[in-house]
């Protein structure tokens, strides 16, 4: 029988395992149903690698120069023109021309993905093109202040929800270095105003945020919108995350905010956890066992009055004011839906920036992960109960139980989604604490050599 099967007081996050399952994911070939990922395949090394630093093994199961490789195949992807392309198939090499340009544009979400992996390696961004894609991120913002996803021909193509708002955000909070302060000059920046109009505009009745304006709030969206908040230094006076690293606003300045309506954003959010009743019925057929019988689902009362051949006991007042007490409370992304691995990450990363993670249950949420969406033997974590462990929801299951600081996790911070250290390694660079007279020039990558070029172990 799996831990899984018993009580939820075992629970256990089964470090071997999911280290197990993403050294698989970093070392050998995915499923052929990721086939249609070849162009996001920047975002499945971010979650690969970073999830390896979570669990304090990056370093410890990868030598100096694989991870050199991996930075190399990193550069490899980044554009001529400034940031990054999700996957080095798009790539034209020495055949790009005109008319084929607009095969290979670089790509938002992929540039953010890239800027984190390469911090995560241990790489200092010395070889980013740093001029050239802050260049290119205001190319990318839409008239009503939202960011599309690529610039083609022109034109801005893609979505223009919360997504690509929160990885503009983080791409100019990178590179901006220390309080904006090493800001190339002569770059003009995004139209910050404008993107925190954008992101209220989508507040919806409810008070979650939604991919436009008048949509269904979503929790994935509601994170996106208040960590581009925090990223540029815009959520209600007093929630300042990052505290000294955002941008400071210059004093007797009245800033336009986020987040008017606070307080009933926390509502929404704390809302979305919920209790969750099915037996995990991936790993074990064994029942499911409660903490005793003052602690029962409400299925598992329900079943065991359904099979009995006793008369039904009357039902007490004292029953009725007083509801069993739930053992597994997972989270949703929108009203009436189930909960979800990810989403654990969704709501509990934007109630943790919040600083309201509290008024939620952790303990909760903790046993539906352990218990229910984690693949004991596969390692990794799945949607829900049943499905099969894939990169985003195995990634967001440990940031989610880093959160609560999970015995085996590094810290997490919860606005960049990755570790804590690794933000921290950023700071300490020279060029970004404006330590250094100028960023170094950033040409010294040729992206048609990258794969021979050899990188100190950081």
């Not at 199961?61 to 050199?68: F, I, L, N």
């Not at 599309?148 to 021909?153: A, D, F, K, M």
């Not at 901006?176 to 919806?204: H, W, Y």
Request: aromatic share 8%.
């Amino acid at each position: 029988m799996s831990a899984s099967a018993t009580s939820p007081l075992s629970s256990k996050l089964h470090i071997d395992r999911h280290i197990t399952y993403w050294l698989r994911c970093l070392k050998t070939y995915l499923p052929s149903h990721y086939s249609s990922n070849d162009n996001n395949r920047l975002s499945l090394a971010f979650f690969t690698v970073s999830a390896l630093d979570l669990l304090q093994n990056l370093h410890e199961r990868t030598v100096a120069q694989e991870r050199a490789d991996y930075i190399a195949w990193i550069y490899h992807c980044q554009h001529a023109n400034g940031g990054f392309r999700g996957s080095p198939a798009t790539y034209l090499g020495n055949r790009t021309d005109n008319r084929n340009e607009k095969w290979d544009p670089p790509n938002l979400p992929a540039t953010y993905f890239a800027l984190l992996s390469l911090l995560i390696l241990g790489d200092s961004l010395q070889g980013v093109r740093r001029r050239e894609t802050l260049e290119w991120l205001p190319t990318l913002q839409r008239e009503q202040g939202g960011f599309g996803e690529e610039v083609i021909e022109g034109r801005i193509e893609g979505g223009s929800d919360m997504r690509f708002c929160y990885c503009a955000a983080g791409v100019r909070w990178i590179l901006r270095g220390k309080e904006g302060k090493t800001m190339p000059g002569g770059v003009r920046d995004i139209d910050v105003d404008a993107l925190v109009q954008f992101i209220n505009s989508c507040e919806s009745y409810d008070h979650g945020f939604a991919d436009e304006p008048y949509h269904e709030a979503h929790g994935g969206l509601t994170y996106c919108a208040i960590a581009a908040l925090a990223l540029i230094d815009r959520l209600p006076e007093g929630i300042r995350p990052h505290k000294a690293s955002v941008e400071q606003n210059r004093p007797g300045t009245k800033e336009l905010r986020g987040l008017p309506e606070l307080e009933k954003t926390v509502q929404w959010l704390v809302a979305r956890q919920l209790q969750y009743d099915a037996p995990k019925d991936d790993d074990s057929d064994s029942p499911l066992e409660s903490e005793g019988p003052s602690a029962p689902t409400f299925e598992v009362l329900r079943q065991s009055v359904s099979h009995s051949h006793q008369p039904t006991p009357p039902i007490t007042a004292q029953q009725v004011l007083t509801p069993p007490k739930p053992i597994y409370a997972g989270f949703n992304g929108r009203m009436n839906k189930t909960a979800d691995t990810c989403y654990s990450w969704w709501v509990g990363g934007s109630l943790t920036i919040l600083d309201r993670y509290h008024l939620s249950s952790p303990l909760l949420n903790r046993r539906f992960l352990l218990n229910i969406t984690q693949k004991d033997l596969l390692g990794g974590f799945g949607k829900m109960a049943g499905a099969p462990p894939d990169p985003l929801h195995a990634y967001f299951g440990l940031t989610s139980l880093a959160i609560s600081k999970e015995e085996g996790l590094r810290s997490i911070d919860p606005v960049l989604c990755v570790s804590v250290q690794t933000r921290e390694f950023l700071e300490s660079l020279a060029w970004w604490t404006g330590e250094e007279d100028e960023h170094p020039k950033i040409h010294a990558i040729d992206v048609q050599k990258s794969n021979q070029i050899s990188y100190s172990d950081a």
